[in-house]
């Protein structure tokens, strides 16, 4: 028996097109949504999502301005373009994308993007205002993590959620959005102890690693939903996810890669671009 493919394209489609509609309005009344990219790494996955964000915006009415820095930007560099176009009346949203140069940490770099244009909730306030419960622009992942398990009616409440990944790009976040929905949530990460005795505990298991295959079979509770974040570039242009198939096999439902998370994550953050852009 093989899972049940929670896709995440209907639901990408709708939040486009909610997007599209708020962003038509806004350009009416003179107060067009732009999202800037900022991005400073050749890693492959990150231009995967630049290419997804730039089309999806196009279509959806949105400017976007990528801002490439290259792979060998110095981080005063980055930290002078983000605090410039968070100065920036034209635009209303910015991203920074990971991975950064020569051990930059995002939550660093990421202060100097204001809250109120923080569309991918980088900045350690934005991040600190979603762990206490406030309002705040959530990092798109991993509210694309909840999202799609809403969207098809996974119940959450008094589940155990175990999520594999530490990083405030995914599983930090995930962690407080599962939590604010009452699961009982585990983090693991590159120096938990028996990673498979602890994943295979969950109901709903959140990979969010970057490497392909390290979700085996044994690492996953028989029926166990399972949300694989990971988007791991193939040798011959592909995506794959972190899930092997074999754990695919043993889940009762599994998010694809790709048409899974990735293009609900690309959706709300044009969303997110928008909604900032009208408050
Ligand atoms: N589909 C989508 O929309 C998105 C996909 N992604 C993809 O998700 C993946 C994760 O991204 P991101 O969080 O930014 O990556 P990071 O590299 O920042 O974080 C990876 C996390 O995985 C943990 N880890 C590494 N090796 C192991 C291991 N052997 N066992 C258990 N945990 C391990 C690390 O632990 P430690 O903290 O100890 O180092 C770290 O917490 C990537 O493939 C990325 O491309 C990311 C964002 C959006
Ligand atoms: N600050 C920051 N936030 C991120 O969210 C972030 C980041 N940095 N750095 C890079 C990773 C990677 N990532 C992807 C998102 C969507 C797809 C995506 O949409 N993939 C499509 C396939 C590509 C397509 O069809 O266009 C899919 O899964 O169906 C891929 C990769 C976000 N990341």
Not at 6 to 33: K, M, N, Q, V, Y
Not at 43 to 59: L, M, Q
Not at 113 to 136: E, Q
Request: glycine content about 10%.
């Amino acid at each position: 028996m093989s899972a049940r493919p929670l896709s995440g394209r209907d639901l990408a489609a709708a939040i486009r097109t909610d997007a599209a509609e708020r962003a038509a309005e806004l350009a009416a009344a003179g107060r067009p949504a732009k999202l800037a990219v900022v991005t400073a790494t050749a890693d492959e996955s990150s231009a995967w999502y630049v290419r997804s964000i730039v089309t999806a915006a196009g279509k959806a009415g949105i400017a976007c301005e990528v801002v490439d820095l290259g792979p060998e930007a110095p981080v005063a560099e980055i930290r002078e373009r983000l605090e410039s176009l968070s100065a920036d009346d034209q635009v209303s949203g910015i991203i920074l994308q990971t991975p950064l140069p020569g051990g930059a940490k995002l939550e660093d770099l990421a202060s100097a993007i204001v809250p109120a244009k923080d569309v991918d909730g980088a900045n350690p306030l934005s991040l600190g205002r979603l762990a206490a419960g406030l309002p705040a622009f959530a990092p798109a992942t991993a509210e694309a993590v909840v999202r799609i398990l809403e969207h098809h009616g996974v119940e959450l409440a008094g589940r155990h959620a175990v999520v594999v990944g530490r990083s405030t790009v995914v599983g930090k976040p995930a962690a407080h959005l599962l939590l604010d929905r009452h699961a009982t949530v585990t983090v693991c990460h590159s120096r938990t102890a028996d990673l498979p005795a602890v994943t295979s505990a969950g109901d709903i298991l959140v990979a969010a690693v970057g490497r392909a295959g390290l979700i085996t079979a044994e690492h996953v509770k028989p029926g166990a939903v399972v949300v694989d974040v990971g988007t791991n570039p193939t040798e011959d242009g592909g995506l794959v996810g972190d899930v092997a198939p074999a754990a695919a096999e043993r889940a009762g439902a599994l998010t694809p890669v790709p048409g899974g998370v990735g293009p609900v994550t690309t959706a709300l953050l044009l969303q997110h671009t928008v909604r900032a852009a009208r408050e």
